[in-house]
Antibody, heavy 122, light 110 residues
Framework: QVQVVQSGPEVKKPGASVKVSCQTSGYTFSDYHIHWVRQAPGQGLEWMGIFQTHGDRRTTYAQKFKGRLTLTQDTSTRTVYMDLGSLTYDDTALYFC??????????????WGQGTLVTVSS | QSALTQPASVSGSPGQSITISCTGTNTDVGNYNLVSWYQQHPGKAPKLMIYEVTKGPSGVSNRFSGSKSGNTASLTISGLQAEDEADYYCCSYAGGDSWLFGGGTKLTVL
């Protein structure tokens, strides 16, 4: 079955960068894009960006993250990485990766990772 | 882009029906039939409940249904059950390979 497993919690200082991994299994990796979504404590969901795992492997980032968000992949391990730089206290949040539904449920997020807590603290 | 607008909270008694609205603009909700809805229980990852405005994924109860009129999409839950108590989020494709979430609605089953 489809599985999406993320790396463990991180604690970072302001100004640092964090890299979170999202490893997938149970399906053909290149058939489904991967999104990143975050949720600040007690707040709602916020779409951050998409990594298109096939074709030109294009990335698209939400405007507020442009310049400090980078999504990459390692096809050999079926993993997509999220690298967020210039961290501030406002970046403290639970970060989720989610598979795009593609042919089954297009333009939606059909399988989610368990979430990775990133805490920004001095 | 601003988040889609949802009511902060709704409530209903077991067996009743409730509807959660999700208002966007003519560049997102109104421009695409690509609204999805997610259920999130505390401490859990979101779960897809509706996609493409009205379609339910396999395994999701048919008590959940979706609709859209103009710039507003809606999620209706019929035959409310205790386990439906959760946060619900709408999401719309907004063009240019970008997506937009609503602020979320807390559903309380009385």
């Amino acid at each position: 079955q489809v599985q999406v497993v993320q790396s463990g919690p991180e604690v970072k200082k302001p100004g640092a960068s964090v890299k979170v991994s999202c490893q997938t299994s149970g399906y053909t990796f290149s058939d489904y894009h991967i999104h990143w979504v975050r949720q600040a404590p007690g707040q709602g969901l916020e779409w951050m960006g998409i990594f298109q795992t096939h074709g030109d492997r294009r990335t698209t980032y939400a405007q507020k993250f442009k310049g400090r968000l980078t999504l990459t992949q390692d096809t050999s391990t079926r993993t997509v990485y999220m690298d967020l730089g210039s961290l501030t206290y406002d970046d403290t949040a639970l970060y989720f990766c989610a598979r795009d539904g593609h042919g089954g449920s297009p333009f939606s997020f059909d399988s989610w990772g368990q979430g990775t807590l990133v805490t920004v603290s001095s | 882009q601003s988040a889609l607008t949802q009511p902060a909270s709704v409530s209903g008694s077991p067996g009743q029906s409730i509807t959660i609205s999700c208002t966007g603009t003519n560049t997102d909700v109104g421009n695409y039939n690509l609204v999805s809805w997610y259920q999130q229980h505390p401490g859990k990852a979101p779960k897809l409940m509706i996609y493409e405005v009205t379609k339910g994924p396999s395994g999701v109860s048919n008590r959940f249904s979706g609709s859209k009129s103009g710039n507003t999409a809606s999620l209706t839950i019929s035959g409310l059950q205790a386990e439906d108590e959760a946060d619900y989020y709408c999401c719309s494709y907004a063009g240019g390979d970008s997506w937009l979430f609503g602020g979320g609605t807390k559903l309380t089953v009385l």
